[in-house]
């Protein structure tokens, strides 16, 4: 009769074997896992919660543009009740700011801006025609340079604005914007600022 452990010691033996059937249900499960949630089928039914768990990693891209990608925060210790509040809010704002910001200008970024619809939140997401063709083509529409969030942002830091003192006088002015620091301006529905405003 064959022990039902599958590691057997004794004073003077060490024998061990494989629990086949074990490893058989295992098996069949491998890559197969579990979601529950306390909200009732009405509520949110089993397709909902599939995508409402894949929603997640919006959230941890969220963390991860406060931390590092976009906002580059560094840990700040505070003590006092109302500055960690104060602290909190300041960072979700600045993330909240980042994602309109992000939303407004993937037009010219590799965002899809039109993600297919998935009948099966199980499936693989796929990518829209238009975004594979700003992909392959590197180019919006019009023309424009499709580059990152972060590229995009860089090549906007080059819009520089200049104060030139020439006897007496000053004059203020910036560089001539190139179409995409044009066409960025365009689409956060914003004149592009050719002077410092009044303080």
Request: charged letters at 25%; aromatic letters at 8%; one cysteine or more.
């Amino acid at each position: 009769m064959v022990s039902d452990n599958p590691l057997d010691i004794t004073d003077t033996s060490l024998s061990y074997r494989h629990d086949l059937e074990k490893i058989r249900v295992e098996t069949d499960l491998d890559g197969i896992y579990v979601i529950r949630t306390s909200l009732t089928a009405k509520t949110l039914d089993a397709p909902g919660v599939i995508t409402a768990y894949k929603n997640l990693a919006y959230v941890e891209r969220e963390f991860r543009i406060i931390k590092v990608d976009d906002l580059d925060l560094r840990p700040i210790f505070h003590y006092l009740t109302q500055r960690v509040r104060s602290h909190v809010f300041l960072c979700m704002l600045a993330a909240y700011i980042t994602w309109h910001l992000r939303q407004a200008l993937a037009p010219l970024t590799y965002t899809d801006e039109h993600i297919p619809h998935r009948a099966d939140p199980v499936s693989p997401s796929q990518r829209s025609p238009s975004a594979k063709n700003k992909d392959t083509h590197r180019k919006t529409p019009d023309g424009l340079p499709v580059q990152s969030f972060q590229d995009l942002l860089g090549h906007m830091a080059t819009l520089d604005r200049e104060t030139i003192n020439f006897a007496g006088q000053r004059i203020e002015k910036i560089t001539n914007p190139t179409p995409t620091q044009r066409r960025v301006f365009e689409l956060l529905d914003s004149p592009i600022p050719l002077a410092l405003a009044d303080r």
